[in-house]
């Protein structure tokens, strides 16, 4: 042995698991080879009777989403309060917070308001200036 140097020759070992014994731990390729193809084998005459799983379709319609997915993060909150007719009366930002902490949704009013100005562009709410102060209050679209 060199100092320095670590000469490993290149050997292919297999372990054979016996019911988690090893059986045998084999150092010549064609054994390697004769091995995996009996186990490829064996793997696909019990492919037929392995119980199959069921595959879920990822469709990305809102028609397939569960109502727990509809009602997530904070967007979800206030999808929730338009749906629940929360909106039926002009809203400031300040009221659906409160709205949302009571129904266990906990944002900030910045989240909250960008959240409402998304949803006005994307005309669910109509959005209204407040006549007695500086701000803005929601409503459904109707």
Not at 14 to 39: F, P, Q, V, W
Not at 62 to 74: L, R
Not at 117 to 123: I, V
Request: glycine share 8%; charged share 25%; aromatic share 8%.
């Amino acid at each position: 042995m060199q100092v320095g140097y670590l000469r490993v020759p290149l050997v292919f070992l297999l372990a054979c698991y016996s019911g988690g014994h090893i059986l045998r731990i084999m150092n010549r390729t064609s054994e390697i080879i004769a091995k995996m193809r009996d186990l490829l084998e064996e793997l696909s005459s019990l492919q037929g009777t392995a119980p199959q799983k069921e595959q879920k379709s990822r469709s990305k319609s809102n028609a397939s989403k569960s109502e727990a997915d509809k009602y997530k993060g904070c967007m979800g909150g206030i999808i929730y309060l338009i749906d629940s007719d929360f909106f039926r009366t002009p809203q400031t930002a300040k009221a659906v917070s409160d709205e949302l902490k009571k129904g266990g949704w906990h944002y900030s009013g910045e989240l909250i308001s960008m959240n409402l100005l998304s949803l006005t562009r994307k005309r669910m709410l109509t959005r209204l200036q407040d006549g007695n102060a500086k701000g803005w209050v929601y409503v459904v679209r109707k």
